[in-house]
């Protein structure tokens, strides 16, 4: 059964680097009609989408942070990664990380982490 | 950036009841496009994907219709599991989008 489960600092300070991971279990990378993504949802707000990357590597992101953001693959440990620089409060949410399947007809988050806390304050 | 917009924002309603949520695009998005339910502390679910297709395991009291720019989520009779808060999102193009969400109430 597919498990998704993120790991993070919960408590940064402003300017700091936030580095997530997501470790994948029950699941192969391998698969072309997978993608890995991050999706974080501020507090008591909607859900907004930061990026997604291919087992292969091939990545693309949310151009509203597209200076700030690199996510990265390691296939031998099985999990990706969400690094965002920069961080101010405004970076403050729950972060999900979720497999986004993709085919010729629908492109879908199927499976979800339980998600992490960053608060982001001085 | 394709725009998502869900109404109403919320609602209240009683169980049995046939609850409808509309969610329209800033353009046209064919029919990529998906429907989540998010309970409190919980991670979004698939429940619909483009626009009318029911994700393994969802109950069938739950449908979604149409295509282009307007798109609906219909529960045929609502249960007490069904208050939640639910989200549209488009797969038509980068950057993915989402609406800012309905919540369902209980009346």
């Known amino acids: 059964q597919l498990q998704l489960q993120e790991s993070g600092p919960g408590l940064m300070k402003p300017s700091e680097t936030l580095s997530l991971i997501c470790s994948v279990s029950?699941?192969?990378?391998?698969?072309?009609?997978?993608?890995w993504g991050w999706i974080r949802q501020p507090p008591g707000k909607g859900l907004d989408w930061i990026g997604s990357i291919s087992s292969g590597g091939n990545t693309y992101y949310n151009p509203s942070l597209k200076n700030r953001v690199r996510i990265s693959v390691d296939t031998s440990k099985n999990h990706f990664s969400l690094n965002l620089n920069s961080v101010t409060a405004a970076d403050t949410a729950l972060y999900y990380c979720?497999?986004?399947?993709?085919?010729?007809?629908?492109?879908?988050?199927?499976?979800w982490g339980q998600g992490t806390v960053v608060t982001v304050s001085s | 950036d394709i725009q998502m917009t869900q109404s109403p924002s919320s609602l209240s309603a009683s169980v049995g009841d046939r609850v409808t949520i509309t969610c329209r695009a800033s353009?046209?998005?064919?029919?990529?496009l998906n429907w989540y339910q998010q309970k409190p502390g919980k991670a979004p679910n698939l429940l619909i994907y483009a626009g009318s297709s029911l994700q393994n395991g969802v109950s069938s009291r739950f449908s979604g219709s149409g295509s282009g720019t307007d798109f609906t989520l219909t529960i045929s009779s609502l249960q007490p599991e069904d208050f939640a808060t639910y989200y549209c999102?488009?797969?038509?193009?980068?950057?993915?989008?989402f609406g800012q969400g309905t919540k369902v109430e209980i009346k």
């Open positions: 353009q046209s998005i064919s029919s990529y």
């Open positions: 999102q488009e797969s038509y193009s980068s950057p993915r989008t």
């Open positions: 029950g699941a192969s990378f391998s698969s072309h009609n997978h993608y």
């Open positions: 979720a497999r986004q399947t993709i085919n010729s007809r629908w492109d879908v988050f199927d499976a």
